[in-house]
C-alpha cells in the first residue's frame, strides 16, 4: 500500500478521514487547525505527497507518516516537557476520543497555563483504506460506497522534531483491545511500549479543557445512575470513575437522584 502504482500522478491519493475532522472542533483537545478548511488541508497533503512519494513505516503495515515542515499558521508544539515548575499543573480525566470507545485516563497540561513553542514540523499519520474499511464495520457504522484513496489522513501531529514522537502508552494499550473497542488489534510490542513510557514519563501534552462544559456533561449524564438497574451497565462505572477522577463525586452524590 506505499506504492501509488493505482493512482495517477498528481490525482487524490490520500483522502481526510472523518477521525481526523475532529482537528476543527474547537472542543477537541488536541492541535485545533485554523486558518484553513478541511478541504485545503486534504489537497496540500496531497501535493506534498506527489512532491517526493515517499511515505515512512509506522507501528503496523497499515499505519505510515509523512513528516513535512510546518505549513499551519500559529500551530504549536502538542507537548511539553514535564519539570518540577510545572508539575502540579497537570490534569486528569477518563475520555473517549469517539462515543463507541471505552474512556481510558489521560492527563495534560491547560494550555492557558502552560505556554507551547510553535511547531517546526507536522508529522501526517495515515492508515490504509483497507484498515479504515475494518475498524469501520467492527464499531458497527456503515462504510460508504464507491471507490477511495488507497490512504487516509487520521491525524495531524505539530512537533518540534522531524520523526515520529512515540505513541502514547494508554494509545498502544487500547489498540491491543481489538477494533471492537477502538483500537486496531495490533499486538504489544513491549520494545515500542517501554520508548513510549520513557517520552511520556517525561512530557504532557497540552490541551483545552473547559471545566464547567464538562461538570455540566456529566451531572446531567447521571441520570444513568437514577436507577438501581444501570448500576449493572458498563457505561455508568465508566461515568463514575471519571467523576471521580476529577473530584466531581461529592457534588454529583447529592445530585444523582433529584431527576
Known sequence: ???????????????????????????????????????????????IYWENPTLVDGYAPFCKHIFVPNFLEGALCE???????????????????????LPVLVRWFPKEKVKAPLATHLDLILYSREQIIKETQAMGKEVPEGEAPPWGLISIKAQGIDKEIPMQPITMMRNTLGKEEGGSGVPMDRAKYAES?????KHATIADRDDQRIARFQLRDLRLIASPESWRDYS?????????????????VGTCFVW
Open 1 to 47: 500500500m506505499s506504492s501509488s502504482a493505482n493512482v495517477e500522478k498528481g490525482g487524490k491519493f490520500i483522502q481526510l478521514d472523518g477521525f481526523a475532522k475532529r482537528q476543527w472542533d474547537p472542543e477537541y483537545k488536541g492541535l485545533v487547525i485554523t486558518g484553513m478548511t478541511q478541504e485545503e488541508v486534504e489537497a496540500k497533503v496531497n501535493e
Open 197 to 201: 513510557v520513557e517520552y511520556w514519563s
Open 79 to 101: 507537548a511539553a516537557p514535564i519539570t518540577d515548575e510545572n508539575r502540579h499543573l497537570l490534569l486528569s480525566e477518563y475520555q473517549a476520543r469517539k462515543p463507541e470507545e
Open 236 to 252: 455508568t462505572v465508566t461515568l463514575l470513575a471519571s467523576l471521580l477522577s476529577q473530584s466531581l463525586w461529592n457534588e454529583a
